[in-house]
């Protein structure tokens, strides 16, 4: 299905498997007025792993990565991040601790430049304020500031960008939004990336390179990848392993060919073809 | 040898990403900049004392009003207070110089200080209040420092009001049209410098980002109580310089100046101007400021032709500051500086724009 270089079947990850996890999620819940967007929810990403998590709409994949970056507080359970419990923390602080993310529905600073929008994402590295700020040539700040505008140009070169880097975010198309949206999170050099749906909505190119970006980011750059996406293919051909959600719990966890074969898997999101009485063994995702 | 080469070609980049970050981006801007500069300097030797106080004027309201562009404009929330700031740098300044002596030179900055953490404190709400709540939340502080100017006698001298002192930097006195205009131009270049460089760092970036999507923002690692705590902060700063020298030009500080009419006026500054442009704050002061100048010497002029018109001068003052700035709402909402820049593309491509 996918157009993508087949990666060898099994992409082994470059940390030992024994190594910490770099995040733990320890059965997690959050409700909305009596939603349960998520019930007891439990996973580990190891160093270097590229996480995908999969499910059908409305399974609770936005509101796990919403509880992971600080933007909700699961009503239960905690999260671990390098080993420091997380869970009370406000997103900016998980931030300078290692966590970015992009939005599924797009995010940007709308009537910023696609520059300044990327140069936001150097905030926490950066040390000028609004008094070296104002003087700005004196005290440091005008050095400082082009240091990271050359970090900076480096994404954008990376991202392909270049072009787009003086035009005003909001003016953009969707494609190179959302890549402006993956450079912004690239610039606040997290080492746990959260990436939510990045190439919802795009044509195969862009599928094809914003693909390539994430292997690169997860090889070359070392960053840690949580990502939720429905493009199977991809999916299959850029994860570690893979997580499903289904109504707000966990159904399957593993390698990519250990979940495609996974009855519940199939039951709940990827296919049709299967006969009810799979579901009757399993009894049900309850 | 190598080295060299890369050094060199280190130093490039630097200076191409610096040209790119300048506050004028081309030579062409930085000329006309310059040469504003220049002339204005020179309008103290041709120009008449009253056209001096009106650009004096426009200098200290279109410092207080880039203070409030950067809270509304760039940062996205809402002050009905700012003229009590401005007020409040006045009276401050003025005590400071009076009841220990400091000199006014250090009085202005130092009650440009103090007004910071008076609008710091007032802002704290702000971290928890939006829209409609933080604009009452600011008009109760706007009543609450009227009423404090009127009750603290020691400070502002109640309902008498205060004496301020004259500018003096070595014993010279600028205690004239003349004189006092250099320190106001000399203060808002200072100042307008201070906020394109501060609008063009980490912080003032923080302040547009909270403005345009304070959720992504906060993922980007900025603390936004800190923030919209500090954008008041910032506001009142200029409003505190901005009323300090207002206090020592006029010599006399009372209280029935700061108003909340003064406070929607700074509005109207902004929003004339431009909101979110630095440039545009200055622009808005300055079409407030001569508005009703422009109307009275009309008035004058047509007196003779329309019979009752110089007797009702001061309502249509008054009535052309509201239809300006509604006016202004509706056809022009991005304000004189966009206009501004249509003019300056429309010059730059002349004679093949149309
Ligand atoms: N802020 C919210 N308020 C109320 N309900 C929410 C909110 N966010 C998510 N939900 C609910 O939680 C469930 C999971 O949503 P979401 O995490 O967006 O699913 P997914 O990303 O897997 O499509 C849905 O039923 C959704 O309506
Ligand atoms: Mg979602």
Redesign the pocket.
């Known amino acids: 299905m996918s157009a993508l270089p087949q990666v060898s079947a099994a992409r082994p990850v470059a940390s030992a498997v024994a190594a910490a996890p770099l995040l733990a999620v320890d059965a997690i819940s959050l409700t909305?007025?009596g939603?349960k967007?998520l019930t007891e929810v439990s996973f580990e990403v190891r160093p270097q792993e590229v996480f995908s998590i999969i499910?059908?709409?409305?399974?609770?994949?936005?509101?796990?990565l919403?509880c992971v970056s600080g933007r909700?507080r699961p009503s239960r359970g905690r999260i671990a991040f390098k080993g420091t419990d997380v869970t009370a923390l406000r997103p900016n602080e998980r931030c300078h601790l290692g966590i970015g993310r992009t939005f599924?529905n797009l995010a940007l600073f709308n009537h910023m430049t696609v520059l300044d929008n990327i140069m936001v994402g150097r905030h926490h590295l950066l040390k000028n304020n609004f008094f070296t700020g104002a003087l700005y040539w004196i005290g440091g700040a005008q050095r400082e500031e082009l240091e990271h505008r050359r970090a900076v140009e480096e994404i954008i070169d990376f991202l392909e960008i270049t072009h787009i880097r003086k035009a005003i975010a909001g003016t953009l198309s969707y494609g190179l939004r959302k890549r402006v949206e993956l450079a912004r999170a690239i610039a606040l050099k997290p080492d746990l990336i959260l990436l939510?749906e990045p190439m919802a909505g795009m044509n195969l190119e862009e599928k094809e390179d914003m693909a390539r970006y994430i292997l690169d980011l997860n090889e070359e750059w070392g960053m840690t990848v949580i990502m939720?996406e429905h493009d199977m293919g991809v999916v299959m051909d850029v994860s570690h392993r893979i997580m499903v959600?289904d109504f707000?719990r966990k159904i399957a966890e593993g390698a990519p060919e250990a979940i495609i074969e996974n009855p519940h898997v199939k039951t709940a999101y990827l296919g049709a073809d299967v006969e009810m009485s799979v579901v009757a063994d399993a009894g049900g995702p309850a | 040898m190598s080295g060299g080469h890369t050094t060199m070609r280190c130093g490039e980049f630097r200076t191409s990403y610096r040209a790119d970050t300048t506050i004028f981006p081309t030579p062409m801007s930085r000329r006309v900049a310059l040469g504003a500069v220049v002339l204005a300097a020179s309008f103290p030797l041709w120009l008449n004392a009253y056209y001096l106080n009106l650009l004096i004027q426009i200098g200290y309201y279109g410092i207080a009003a880039l203070g409030l562009n950067i809270l509304v404009g760039f940062t996205g929330q809402i002050s009905l207070g700012h003229a009590a700031f401005f007020g409040f740098g006045a009276f401050c300044s003025a005590w400071l110089n009076n009841r220990f002596g400091l000199p006014v030179v250090l009085a202005v900055p130092l009650a440009g200080l103090l007004t910071t953490a008076v609008g710091m404190f007032v802002g704290i709400p702000a971290g928890r209040l939006k829209g409609l709540y933080l604009a009452i939340a600011t008009l109760a502080s706007q009543f609450i420092l009227e009423d404090f100017f009127a009750r603290a006698e020691w400070f502002t001298g109640g309902s008498a009001g205060a004496l301020a002192q004259p500018f003096t930097l070595f014993g010279f006195a600028f205690n004239n049209d003349q004189r006092f205009f250099y320190v106001v131009l000399v203060a808002v270049i200072v100042m307008y410098l201070a906020g394109a460089n501060l609008l063009r760092s980490r912080d003032g970036r923080a302040y547009v980002a909270v403005r345009d999507h304070y959720l992504s923002a906060e993922i980007m690692g900025i603390n936004l109580t800190k923030y919209r705590i500090l954008a008041f902060g910032s506001a009142s700063f200029y409003a505190g310089v901005g009323g300090a020298l207002y206090g020592h030009y006029l010599g006399f500080v009372s209280a029935e100046g700061f108003t909340i009419l003064l406070s929607i006026q700074f509005l109207g500054m902004i929003i004339i101007g431009g909101l979110g442009s630095v440039m545009g704050s200055l622009l808005g002061t300055a079409f407030m400021v001569l508005l009703p100048e422009v109307m009275e010497a009309s008035a004058q002029g047509l007196g003779g032709v329309i019979p009752g018109l110089k007797d009702s001068v001061a309502y249509l003052k008054q009535m052309a500051i509201g239809l300006a700035i509604i006016l202004f709402l509706i056809f022009e909402p991005q304000g004189l500086a966009h206009r501004w820049k249509l003019t300056k593309a429309y010059w730059k491509l002349y004679p093949f724009s149309y």
């Open positions: 909305f007025g939603i967007a499910g059908p709409n409305g399974a609770g994949k936005t509101s796990l919403n909700y599924q939510d939720i959600l707000g």
